[in-house]
Every structure is written in C-alpha cells, then in structure tokens.
C-alpha cells in the first residue's frame, strides 16, 4: 500500500525539485544502410532513421503525462559513420552527416550521435575521412555530434590520433568562430568510450548493441541537492556517512523512474530496453548543479582542498543507490563536471578557484573528464593535444573511462567571458598554463603502451 | 451452513474497540473474512465482512457488536451479504492514477470534483482528504478507462480549482510504487510477450 509521505515526497521531487528523465536516447543500427552509392546510402539512412524514430518524440510525449514526469531530449544513437560511410571519403561522410541532420528535422529529434571513429590502436581509411571532415561537419550540420575514442585499457594511447586531434580541434574552432567555436562543443575525446552512452555529444551505437535499443539518462543534480539540504536542516550534524546514505536513497528514486519510463519507451516503440545510466547531468540553471551538490556538502569554494574527495562520495553513493534500483546500469554513470554547464563549476573558475589541473584530479574519481571548458583561441594544438593524452591517460589507468570536450575560442583570452547558449552554457575562459612545454612530447606520436593490468585474460 | 455478512461500526475513537466487537463476532460464531478500519479526525469507523452460522440472524448479531461497547455508543449496521453480482454498474477497466489537489478550500469543491469524475466514467478506488487553516488537501486513487486522455483529465480537473495558488498533480501509480517498493519490477520486465513481439522496427 502506498503510504501518503511517499506519495508526496515523489511529487515534491517532480514539481519542486525538478525530477526529470534527462534523455531518453534510441540507439538505431545504421550499418545496414552502407552502400556502393552515396545518395543511396544517404537515403537508406534517412528511411531507417525515420522508420525507428519517427514515433520517439510522441511516445516521450504521452509518457510523460501519463507519469507526470517531464522527459528533458529525446536524441538519436547510431552506428559509427567511420564504418557506414567508409567508402565514401571525407565528401561522403559530409553527406551522411546532412542526411543525419534531415532525420532529425523530420523525427524533431535534438541531437544524434555517431559521427564517430575509433582509433585507439590505429586508423582506417574511413576514420581518416572522418577525422578530416569534422571541421565541416560540425560547422555545417546543427544536430549531429561526434565523438573519437583514441585510447583505451587495451590498447594504450593513440599518441597520433590525440595529436591529430589537438589540430582538429583549432581547424573546428576556427569554421565556428562565428559561434566562439561551438563546434567544438559537440565533439567529445575519449579514453574507453562506451557503447551504451545515451548523453552527448557522446553517444554512439556500439558493435555489440541491439538493432534498435533505448537507453536512459536519468535526472539531474537538483534533486539530491534538495534531498541533501532537507536532511542537514532536519539534522545539522549529519556525517559524511550519513550524507552517503542520503544520496544513494535519492539516487535509487530517480534510477527508476527512469527504468520505469525507458522499458515502456521501448515497449511502445518495439525496441530492446538498454541501460540507465546514472550520470548526474547538470544543467546552466541554477538548483541543477553538480557543484551546488558540493557545496551543500561543505566546500565553500569549489576547486580548494577536500574538492576531490567530495565529488568521489558523491560519484560513488550515486552508484550504489542506482545499481541497487536497476540491474540496467550503463554508459558513463558518474557525476559530470562540464564548467560551462554548470553555473557553480562556472562560477568557481571565474573566481579562480578552480584551475584546469584541480579539474583533472577532479575526473579520476567521476565522470566523464575535461568538460566543455572554454581556453584562449590561440592555445596551440601540441598543447591541447598534451591536455587530451593528460586525460586519456587517467581513463586508461584507471580502466575507466575518460574525456575532453574543451573549445578553444578563437580571438578571446584567459579571463574573457563566453556564452554558447542554452543547455551549453557559458563561462569564463580557462588559463592554460605552460603551452607549449610537452611539444616534443606530443610531436613523438607512437602509441603509449597499454597498462600491465590490461593483460587479465 | 453459514452465510456472510457485511458490518459496519462507526463510533468515537477509543482504546479496545476492535477487540470489542471482533470478540462480540467470534462469541456468536461468526468467522471474520475481511475487514478494513480507519479513524477520521477521531472517529473510528470498520467495515468487515464475517461468515456467521444461518441461525444467528443480522438483527441479533447487531445487537451482540452493539453491546460489546458501552451503552449507545456504537452505532452498527449488519446486512446479509448478497451473493453473485453486486447491484452496481459496470466497474471501468483501465490504469490506476493518483490525483492529489491542494488549495484553498471552498464548499462543494469535492462534489464538483466527483460529478466530474463520475461524467467520464473515472472511479475513484480510494480517497482521503482533509482541512487546515482554510486549505485543503485531497489525495486518492483513479481508475481511468483506457480511452480517456490523462492530459485532458489533468486540465479539466486542474480547472474545478481556479484559486491561484492551487497545485493538482495525476500521475500513473507505478511511478510511485517504482520510487517507494524495493522489489518493484516493471510489467514489462516479466512479459514473455516482450521479447517475442519487439521486431516491429
């Protein structure tokens, strides 16, 4: 029987506290769309993409009053490009990320991931034509977004791709300098990149994913920020123990609300249900904010000391309570830290509390890593490319997974403010400090051996 | 032989009662089936249904619940329970939603609410409502037939309490058993059908 706390404390969540499904992300295979003729598989992916999605919206739409639930994106997950379009060069790939874009207008879909390569051990063909159409794409397409995974445990570090990435991302700023390199904000580098991400920009079908399958991205920070300040009002001397309980109890609530919206997404659509994924997603508005959940805790300025620590109780709690309320846990599953979508994280790194090397710390102990930070339009691309091997290396370490989307903007400097607008925020550009000094470094290129404890079979 | 019947006592809440007139059930033979007991703003009321022998009739095992509390104090009612249908309409089948309504109260606030929900066939399976300080709060349990459009139900409701400051919510029940019962586990998750009908993409 249902108890009329628990009624009200779920409707205090949604209406107060702004519990919400982030993303519900369908994942469609797209592999059998490739084809000898480009306009052919073009359209092969247009009828596909529409077939699978055209219902995604309005099934999202119904669910949501039936539960009273708001359902924040509804996006698309599609198989690599680097594969579908493999024959087709870098002009080819351009198509295909047009044709994406057209599937979206049609379905109203806000974004599709997969315009993606994975080189972590070395290139195709294919992945050099996508490599050198990013800058094109993600200046001349608005929803597709792309992602390379160029390391992983297994494999070590593509030392060539992440210097070829460093390069790319300058090539990106600069065709959307009118957009103070906004396309770089929709390219995500990684270590270990998942196959059953459903948040962006980096979401992609993986080899070993279902033909059409929805996969989950639960609510944002808002809820167990409240959940937190309730508790300490209620009682002001709670330990950090106690505070960990709070949040895997809050987590549990909001993991499956999204299981429950997800299974009867996929049921209404004829889809396998895939994963939730837990990761705490902020949003620019205030109340939403990973950072906010870190000062609740008790760091007054984001970025001192105990910083660490803090996100590593959060990250770890919200695991626990969401691998307790679904067996389907997957994709990134950690707190995000991206500074320019997070009005605190903002805020401490305009302060100057929060550095790009504190941040860095920050990604070994959550998800996903050097987030939507803003640097000077003129850092070089052998230092971002020393900045992408930094953090690839903690995923590969770690066995973990690891990731840069950070937007040279070109013409600004350290200090300045940028603002990419909605969901992507805006902040204050990041000092990179020392450019330059790891050249020889980077420019030796090669691959970092894998780890030891890589070798496990 | 026995026959069921239905009893129902309403009375000022006090320690004991229950054990009153179950033991007054039990002393005349009677055998309880079911039972469902509230208190109200400290009144105590119980509904329940006992089989009791064919020779005890309703008029005396009113008389026997009756006198296991003090003199006048309870007010019972014991009726035959009849067999086979009930004299009712047809039940709606459908989606179970819980609607809560708060605002400021106003007399025949829940007659509107229930005419309402009676016009689209909606019944209500369990309601609670109280007042404080001029405010009220309404929280039950809907049967909502399959064809009716939750959001229209949700604005037409939302409607019968103009007062600005008025909050209505009507969501599916699952997405609080899903937040509140450890060992929820989604229909779908258990229907065979799921895996043998997902090839329609």
């Given at each position: 029987?249902?108890?009329?706390?628990?009624?009200?404390?779920?409707?205090?969540?949604?209406?107060?506290?702004?519990?919400?499904?982030?993303?519900?992300?369908?994942?469609?295979?797209?592999?059998?769309?490739?084809?000898?003729?480009?306009?052919?598989?073009?359209?092969?992916?247009?009828?596909?993409?529409?077939?699978?999605?055209?219902?995604?919206?309005?099934?999202?739409?119904?669910?949501?009053?039936?539960?009273?639930?708001?359902?924040?994106?509804?996006?698309?997950?599609?198989?690599?490009?680097?594969?579908?379009?493999?024959?087709?060069?870098?002009?080819?790939?351009?198509?295909?990320?047009?044709?994406?874009?057209?599937?979206?207008?049609?379905?109203?879909?806000?974004?599709?991931?997969?315009?993606?390569?994975?080189?972590?051990?070395?290139?195709?063909?294919?992945?050099?034509?996508?490599?050198?159409?990013?800058?094109?794409?993600?200046?001349?397409?608005?929803?597709?977004?792309?992602?390379?995974?160029?390391?992983?445990?297994?494999?070590?570090?593509?030392?060539?791709?992440?210097?070829?990435?460093?390069?790319?991302?300058?090539?990106?700023?600069?065709?959307?300098?009118?957009?103070?390199?906004?396309?770089?904000?929709?390219?995500?580098?990684?270590?270990?990149?998942?196959?059953?991400?459903?948040?962006?920009?980096?979401?992609?079908?993986?080899?070993?994913?279902?033909?059409?399958?929805?996969?989950?991205?639960?609510?944002?920070?808002?809820?167990?920020?409240?959940?937190?300040?309730?508790?300490?009002?209620?009682?002001?001397?709670?330990?950090?123990?106690?505070?960990?309980?709070?949040?895997?109890?809050?987590?549990?609530?909001?993991?499956?609300?999204?299981?429950?919206?997800?299974?009867?997404?996929?049921?209404?659509?004829?889809?396998?249900?895939?994963?939730?994924?837990?990761?705490?997603?902020?949003?620019?508005?205030?109340?939403?904010?990973?950072?906010?959940?870190?000062?609740?805790?008790?760091?007054?300025?984001?970025?001192?000391?105990?910083?660490?620590?803090?996100?590593?109780?959060?990250?770890?709690?919200?695991?626990?309570?969401?691998?307790?309320?679904?067996?389907?846990?997957?994709?990134?599953?950690?707190?995000?830290?991206?500074?320019?979508?997070?009005?605190?994280?903002?805020?401490?790194?305009?302060?100057?509390?929060?550095?790009?090397?504190?941040?860095?710390?920050?990604?070994?102990?959550?998800?996903?890593?050097?987030?939507?930070?803003?640097?000077?339009?003129?850092?070089?691309?052998?230092?971002?490319?020393?900045?992408?091997?930094?953090?690839?290396?903690?995923?590969?370490?770690?066995?973990?997974?690891?990731?840069?989307?950070?937007?040279?903007?070109?013409?600004?400097?350290?200090?300045?403010?940028?603002?990419?607008?909605?969901?992507?925020?805006?902040?204050?550009?990041?000092?990179?400090?020392?450019?330059?000094?790891?050249?020889?470094?980077?420019?030796?290129?090669?691959?970092?051996?894998?780890?030891?404890?890589?070798?496990?079979? | 032989?026995?026959?069921?019947?239905?009893?129902?006592?309403?009375?000022?809440?006090?320690?004991?009662?229950?054990?009153?007139?179950?033991?007054?059930?039990?002393?005349?033979?009677?055998?309880?089936?079911?039972?469902?007991?509230?208190?109200?703003?400290?009144?105590?009321?119980?509904?329940?249904?006992?089989?009791?022998?064919?020779?005890?009739?309703?008029?005396q095992l009113q008389k026997a619940v009756e006198a296991s509390g003090r003199a006048g104090e309870l007010s019972v009612l014991v009726r035959p329970r009849r067999?086979?249908?009930?004299?009712?309409?047809?039940?709606?089948?459908?989606?179970?939603?819980?609607?809560?309504?708060?605002?400021?109260?106003?007399?025949?606030?829940?007659?509107?609410?229930?005419?309402?929900?009676?016009?689209?066939?909606?019944?209500?399976?369990?309601?609670?409502?109280?007042?404080?300080?001029?405010?009220?709060?309404?929280?039950?349990?809907?049967?909502?037939?399959?064809?009716?459009?939750?959001?229209?139900?949700?604005?037409?409701?939302?409607?019968?309490?103009?007062?600005?400051?008025?909050?209505?919510?009507?969501?599916?029940?699952?997405?609080?058993?899903?937040?509140?019962?450890?060992?929820?586990?989604?229909?779908?998750?258990?229907?065979?059908?799921?895996?043998?009908?997902?090839?329609?993409?």
């Amino acid at each position: 029987m249902l108890r009329t706390e628990d009624i009200l404390s779920t409707i205090r969540m949604v209406r107060q506290e702004h519990l919400d499904v982030r993303t519900v992300t369908l994942g469609v295979n797209i592999l059998d769309c490739a084809s000898p003729d480009i306009t052919q598989a073009c359209e092969k992916v247009r009828q596909k993409l529409r077939r699978c999605a055209m219902r995604l919206v309005p099934v999202c739409d119904d669910l949501s009053a039936k539960y009273g639930i708001p359902i924040v994106n509804k996006r698309l997950a599609v198989s690599p490009l680097s594969a579908v379009g493999a024959a087709h060069g870098e002009a080819g790939l351009l198509q295909l990320a047009r044709a994406l874009d057209a599937a979206c207008e049609e379905t109203r879909i806000d974004l599709v991931g997969g315009f993606t390569a994975l080189v972590q051990k070395g290139f195709t063909e294919g992945d050099h034509a996508l490599l050198r159409s990013l800058p094109r794409v993600l200046a001349e397409t608005q929803h597709v977004c792309a992602s390379v995974n160029v390391a992983s445990t297994k494999a070590g570090i593509n030392m060539d791709a992440v210097l070829l990435m460093g390069e790319l991302l300058r090539e990106i700023a600069h065709a959307t300098a009118a957009q103070d390199g906004f396309g770089c904000a929709k390219l995500v580098i990684f270590a270990n990149i998942p196959e059953d991400n459903p948040f962006m920009a980096g979401a992609y079908l993986g080899a070993g994913e279902p033909e059409c399958v929805v996969n989950i991205g639960v609510s944002g920070p808002g809820v167990i920020r409240r959940a937190l300040e309730r508790a300490l009002q209620a009682h002001q001397q709670l330990d950090l123990g106690a505070i960990a309980e709070e949040i895997k109890t809050t987590a549990f609530r909001v993991t499956r609300v999204g299981e429950l919206i997800g299974r009867e997404v996929a049921e209404a659509l004829g889809a396998e249900f895939g994963i939730v994924d837990l990761s705490l997603a902020p949003t620019p508005t205030p109340g939403d904010s990973v950072g906010e959940i870190l000062q609740v805790m008790g760091i007054a300025a984001i970025g001192a000391p105990g910083t660490t620590a803090a996100l590593a109780l959060l990250n770890d709690a919200v695991k626990k309570g969401g691998l307790f309320a679904s067996s389907s846990v997957g994709g990134l599953s950690g707190a995000f830290i991206p500074v320019s979508e997070d009005s605190a994280l903002g805020a401490a790194a305009a302060a100057g509390h929060l550095s790009l090397e504190k941040l860095e710390a920050m990604t070994s102990v959550c998800s996903v890593g050097l987030d939507m930070i803003a640097v000077p339009g003129d850092t070089d691309a052998r230092t971002l490319a020393a900045l992408i091997a930094d953090e690839m290396a903690i995923g590969v370490m770690n066995n973990k997974t690891t990731a840069v989307r950070i937007i040279p903007v070109p013409g600004k400097r350290a200090g300045e403010r940028v603002s990419f607008g909605g969901l992507f925020g805006g902040s204050t550009i990041m000092p990179v400090r020392e450019c330059g000094a790891a050249r020889a470094f980077v420019e030796r290129g090669g691959r970092i051996p894998a780890p030891l404890h890589s070798l496990t079979n | 032989m026995s026959q069921e019947v239905v009893i129902s006592v309403l009375t000022p809440d006090r320690v004991g009662l229950i054990a009153g007139v179950t033991q007054a059930i039990y002393a005349a033979g009677g055998n309880i089936c079911a039972i469902s007991q509230t208190v109200l703003q400290g009144y105590f009321t119980i509904i329940l249904i006992a089989a009791v022998p064919d020779e005890c009739t309703p008029e005396q095992l009113q008389k026997a619940v009756e006198a296991s509390g003090r003199a006048g104090e309870l007010s019972v009612l014991v009726r035959p329970r009849r067999r086979g249908a009930l004299p009712m309409g047809p039940m709606p089948s459908g989606d179970r939603f819980v609607l809560t309504m708060s605002g400021r109260d106003q007399p025949g606030l829940l007659a509107r609410i229930a005419a309402y929900l009676a016009s689209r066939g909606i019944n209500i399976e369990d309601l609670a409502a109280h007042t404080d300080g001029g405010r009220f709060l309404l929280m039950g349990e809907l049967t909502l037939p399959a064809r009716e459009d939750v959001r229209q139900v949700y604005i037409d409701l939302e409607a019968l309490v103009p007062t600005p400051d008025a909050v209505v919510t009507l969501q599916h029940i699952n997405v609080f058993v899903a937040t509140t019962e450890i060992g929820f586990r989604h229909r779908s998750v258990l229907s065979p059908r799921a895996c043998s009908e997902r090839k329609t993409y």
